[in-house]
């Protein structure tokens, strides 16, 4: 099952590898169609719809990120089918052309969605590739990298912040005028310096704290 897989992996990506080549080749009449259908920003568009096409049938192709490749078909059929297609609202002699083309969309929409359903890593894909050799394909790759980027912007974050962070009252010791007092709380180092008010009260001039594990 796994080689027919392949098979219609080839077909169907290569389908949308072929559009995205077509969309390149031809700007200036696709262009103007989409100005025609009263696209917005025509040109950007097409540029974004050709990434669609290119990103998501290369992923179905060589099967990284399938699902990913998958939602992008997805993103570009609906708008596209609906837009693009009107068969209910052109003139009689061109609405058989447009429902064919409407009904494509609609069965490629299909298809795409049903591969959603397929296990990953797909046989005979490089996810699958990936897996063996690492223990996770792109999705798994995604994901740690996700981690390490949020992991490590949150221990930044947490370093600058220890720079200065002053503790609760509870926590501020006397100490004596003008000298640095320093002590461990819950894992932070304090550092304080502290000096005497002009009526004779005792207050805190500076609290630094940094956070040691």
Known sequence: MRWYLLLGRLLFG?????AAATHILNVKPLTDALA????PYPELALTLSTALLALGGASIVVGFMPR???AMIVLFLVPATFIMHPFWSVADASRGTELA???KNVALLGAAMGLLAVPVPWP????AWLTKRGGYGGDGALAAGWRRLTQGTRHRLQHWSAR???E???LVRAAPSGDDATWTSGGWVI???SMWSPDGSYFVRRVRARFSG
């Open 14 to 18: 290569g389908f949308f590898l072929w």
């Open 164 to 166: 200065w962070r002053p």
């Open 124 to 127: 005979l894909s490089l996810d």
């Open 68 to 70: 990913a490749g998958l």
């Open 101 to 103: 083309m409407f009904m």
């Open 168 to 170: 609760p009252k509870s």
């Open 191 to 193: 550092h304080q310096q």
């Open 36 to 39: 025609a259908h009263s696209v």
